[in-house]
């Protein structure tokens, strides 16, 4: 499954939702907030809460729809992969921050996730990657 997820179309449309999610909450509550939600929901398990906190029903429902058309998968499949693969990108996200001190500045690997305006080299099937590459070791 590691080796589909990165290339699959069902991380890029889940990704976008991601980065949809998170700047929203940037945009209302500050970069602080958007961070505390990256290290709540961050993990290397299925969380169904990173998914709900991020996602509404009907955006879940709207992305195992379009993932399954574009995949071929069953949109139940889809929606069981959402908390396999949300806290992992969350994971990634979370690489960028300071653990040793969070006051001493930014995120910059969220900060570039985040950035719309960016060149778009980061993406979620580049998240997806260097995270299961992080979870091999």
């Given at each position: 499954?590691?080796?589909?997820?990165?290339?699959?179309?069902?991380?890029?449309?889940?990704?976008?939702?991601?980065?949809?999610?998170?700047?929203?909450?940037?945009?209302?509550?500050?970069?602080?907030?958007?961070?505390?939600?990256?290290?709540?929901?961050?993990?290397?398990?299925?969380?169904?809460?990173?998914?709900?906190?991020?996602?509404?029903?009907?955006?879940?429902?709207?992305?195992?729809?379009?993932?399954?058309?574009?995949?071929?998968?069953?949109?139940?499949?889809?929606?069981?992969l959402?908390?396999l693969?949300?806290p992992?990108?969350?994971?990634?996200?979370?690489?960028?921050?300071?653990?040793?001190?969070?006051?001493?500045?930014?995120?910059?690997?969220?900060?570039?996730?985040?950035?719309?305006?960016?060149?778009?080299?980061?993406?979620?099937?580049?998240?997806?990657?260097?995270?299961?590459?992080?979870?091999?070791?």
């Amino acid at each position: 499954m590691q080796t589909l997820l990165p290339s699959n179309p069902f991380c890029q449309l889940s990704g976008g939702q991601v980065r949809s999610a998170l700047q929203d909450k940037q945009a209302t509550d500050g970069n602080e907030a958007a961070q505390n939600l990256v290290n709540q929901y961050a993990g290397t398990s299925a969380n169904p809460q990173a998914v709900n906190s991020l996602f509404s029903p009907q955006i879940q429902q709207q992305v195992a729809q379009v993932a399954a058309q574009r995949t071929g998968l069953d949109t139940g499949i889809v929606q069981q992969l959402l908390p396999l693969a949300v806290p992992l990108v969350l994971k990634f996200l979370q690489s960028g921050a300071n653990v040793q001190n969070p006051q001493a500045g930014g995120n910059p690997v969220l900060n570039s996730f985040l950035d719309a305006d960016g060149d778009g080299d980061v993406d979620i099937a580049d998240a997806i990657q260097m995270a299961s590459r992080y979870m091999r070791k």
